[in-house]
């Protein structure tokens, strides 16, 4: 509790609870971030659960970076985010469902990418998009639950 304490004390915290802009900047660059992986996670699970198939899977390496970008905003305005209110995030339950979806989204979607590689059967891809797509979506939501929950 004492780094959460710290941490909402930070010039960070203070900057994004108590400046005008700071919020609304800080959140603003949060969806950008969210919307760009959404669109990159979304459209190769999208593309692996059948959709599109005039496109091919392995196409989408090129635009992981393009996700990582966003992943990186995402997580560069989610840690500001996060300073404003760190010991009421911490232990609010959408907040901890939302980093473990996140996460395991994370770790779908590269077991996803793998599969396709691999050429895994086409159940198994599927399997692994769909269950990547709820977690991208869950953290998504639960992350917007954030707000007024707390």
């Known amino acids: 509790m004492g780094f959460l304490l710290w941490y909402e004390e930070s010039g960070i915290g203070i900057f994004i609870r108590e400046s005008l802009w700071g919020y ?13 992986v959404m669109g ?5 699970n999208f593309r692996v659960l059948g959709y599109a198939k ?24 989610g840690l500001i985010l996060f300073a404003g209110s760190a010991s ?21 979607m590269k077991l996803v990418m793998n599969s396709v590689r691999e050429n895994k059967s086409p159940a198994t891809q599927k399997t692994l998009a769909a269950f990547c797509s ?17």
């Open 134 to 150: 709820l977690c991208w979506l869950v953290g998504l939501v639960t992350g917007r639950l954030m707000a007024y929950l707390g």
């Open 88 to 108: 009421l995030y911490f232990f609010q339950g959408s907040f901890q469902l939302k980093i473990g979806a996140i996460v395991l989204g994370g770790i779908l």
């Open 24 to 36: 609304p900047i800080t959140l603003s660059s949060h969806a950008v971030g969210m919307a760009t």
């Open 54 to 77: 005039g496109v091919s899977i392995l196409a989408f390496d090129k635009l992981f970076l393009v996700g990582w970008v966003g992943f990186i905003i995402n997580l560069i305005s």
């Open 40 to 44: 990159v996670v979304l459209a190769l």
